[in-house]
C-alpha cells in the first residue's frame, strides 16, 4: 500500500494530542502513514511515525480541523461531549502500554502531580496549584505514595521542549515547597541525569501511575495514561464552564481514564483522599 498521509501538527499541545496524534496513529495502523512533521519534543507524541520531522514552528489561531478534510473548530474539543472528528478515523495512541518501564519503580505508588507557571490570558496562571493547596496534597499522600512533581523546566530548550508563542512565566513558590520536601521527585532533577527528551520522562513517569493531579489545560495529558485524573479548573477564568476539564468528559476516550474536575482546591484534596487513602 502507497504510504500517501503526511501530517504537519504545529498548534499547542494539547490540540496535538486531541487530534493530530490520534489521526495520524489512525492512518499507521492503516498503513497509509507516510511522515509527520511537529514541534520540538514531539518525537515521543509521534514515535510510532517512521519519518517524523521536530521544527521550532507554531501556528496561532484560528485552529481548524484540515487533515482530513474536516472545516470543525477546535473549539468543539471543549465540549464536553466533544468534537464530532473523534468519531472516525480517530485512534489515540496506546501511550500508557508504550512507555511503562522498568526505569521508574518505587516501593511505594506513583503519584504525578502536574503544575504549570505560565501566564493565562496575560494574567497570573489561574489553572495552577499555588504554593499552599501543593504543600497540603505532598502532605496528605506522602507516606502512602512516591510523588513526582512535573512542570516544565525553566529551561526547556535544553530538554527538547518547545513552549508556545507568547509565554512568560512567573514565580509560583512551587520549588520553595519542593526543598521542604526531599522526598518529592522533581522531573527536572531527573531530567539532569538523562539524554532524554521532557516528553519521553513525562511519558514514562506517567504511564507507571494510576493516580495524577493535574490543573486543566495540561491535563490533555495524562488522561492519555489510565487511572484516576483529578483536574483543577478554576472557576474565575475563561475556561471555568468548559466541560471537557469535568468530570467524565470525552478525554476518557483517550486511555479509558476516569476523569474527575473540580472547581475548588479543597473539593479536589477531599475527593483524592477518599480515592487514594
Known sequence: MDKTFNVEAFDEFGYILWYYAPVS?????????????????????????????????????????HVLGSTEHFTSCYTHRGPKFINT????????????NDTYIFDKPLLTIHNKNTKEWLQHP??????????????????????VYIRPPENPDKFKLQRD??????????????????????????LKNTHKSYNEIQFMLLANSNHHITPAGDAVIPCYFGGDVLIYNCMHCNSANRGVWKTGSWMEKLSGSKIYGYNNYNDLLNDAKSKWL
Not at 25 to 45: A, M
Not at 126 to 147: A, G, P, V
Not at 173 to 183: A, M, N, Q, T, Y
Open 25 to 65: 496513529y489512525d492512518q499507521h495502523l492503516k498503513g497509509n502513514l507516510n511522515s509527520t512533521k511537529s514541534k520540538i519534543g514531539t518525537s515521543s507524541v509521534f514515535y510510532f511515525s517512521d519519518d517524523h520531522t521536530e521544527l521550532p514552528k507554531h501556528y496561532d489561531p484560528p485552529r481548524l480541523v
Open 89 to 100: 478515523d480517530w485512534t489515540p495512541p496506546p501511550y500508557k502500554e508504550t512507555f511503562k
Open 126 to 147: 489561574h489553572n495552577y496549584f499555588n504554593s499552599e493547596i501543593l504543600e497540603k496534597i505532598i502532605n496528605t499522600f506522602k507516606n502512602d505514595y512516591q510523588i
Open 165 to 190: 508563542n507568547g509565554q512568560t512565566t512567573v514565580n509560583i513558590g512551587d520549588k520553595e515547597v519542593l526543598k521542604r520536601h526531599s522526598e518529592v521527585i522533581d522531573i527536572e532533577d531527573l
